[in-house]
Nanobody, 122 residues
């Protein structure tokens, strides 16, 4: 079994910064893509940023230039540096690990963390 645990959420004023972290633990051989998603009250969960094991990144238009995603493949960790935060960034942020292999063979599975709340006050 693979577990994802997020940390780093909290309350910050608009214009401030936060750094989210995600640690994947368990029997892990490789993780193809790791990503951050967020869900605001009354809205659907949306992709914020993702990064492949090779380092390719993808960002939502709303966070480009403000957020930076990074990962350490050897430690199975991922971070999201969030700068110039806006009230509309308020949401629960979820860590996702896609196509996780627990052995060199077979099919990968996706896993989610339980989320960490980010609140940006105006």
């Amino acid at each position: 079994q693979v577990h994802l645990v997020e940390s780093g959420g909290g309350l910050v004023q608009a214009g401030g910064s936060l750094r989210l972290s995600c640690v994947a633990s368990g029997k892990i051989f490789s993780i193809a893509t790791m990503g951050w998603y967020r869900q605001a009250p009354g809205k659907q969960r949306e992709l914020v940023a993702a990064i492949t094991s090779g380092g390719s990144t993808n960002y939502a238009d709303s966070v480009k230039g403000r957020f930076t995603i990074s990962r350490d493949n050897a430690k199975n960790t991922m971070s999201l540096q969030m700068n110039s935060l806006k009230p509309e960034d308020t949401a629960v942020y979820y860590c996702n690990a896609a196509a996780v292999l627990t052995t060199p063979y077979g099919y990968g599975m996706d896993y989610w963390g339980k989320g960490t709340l980010v609140t940006v006050s105006s």
